[in-house]
Nanobody, 127 residues
Framework: QVQLVESGGGSVQAGGSLRLSCAAS???????MGWFRQAPGKEREGVAR????????QYTDSVKDRFTISLDRTKNTLYLQMNSLKPEDTAMYYC?????????????????????WGQGTQVTVSS
């Protein structure tokens, strides 16, 4: 089992920045960790992923060059630094993890590739 607890969400104006944190605990190993988001009335979508064995990262096109995913292994904490925020970034942001390297380490960010999920943290960007 892996427990994930997000924090750091809030309300900002367009152009502002936020840093989300995800504290991980539990005995199960993790191959990948990622950030997903879900806006009202929309499906949950992948935002960014990091493969733990290689530190390889991947981003969805809409956040490239604005968001940065990182992992502090000493603190078992995943981060998402979000800069130049836009109103369309408004969503509930979720941290996710999975141990199946062959499934989660390549290809598009897919909700179904992740077993462990946090409770989410709300990000609201006003224009």
């Amino acid at each position: 089992q892996v427990q994930l607890v997000e924090s750091g969400g809030g309300s900002v104006q367009a152009g502002g920045s936020l840093r989300l944190s995800c504290a991980a605990s539990g005995s199960s190993s993790r191959a990948c960790m990622g950030w997903f988001r879900q806006a009202p009335g929309k499906e949950r979508e992948g935002v960014a992923r990091i493969v733990l064995s290689t530190s390889t990262t991947q981003y969805t096109d809409s956040v490239k060059d604005r968001f940065t995913i990182s992992l502090d292994r000493t603190k078992n904490t995943l981060y998402l630094q979000m800069n130049s925020l836009k109103p369309e970034d408004t969503a509930m942001y979720y941290c996710a993890a999975d141990s199946r390297w062959a499934l989660c380490s390549s290809g598009p960010l897919v909700v179904g590739d992740y077993v462990y999920w946090g409770q989410g943290t709300q990000v609201t960007v006003s224009s």
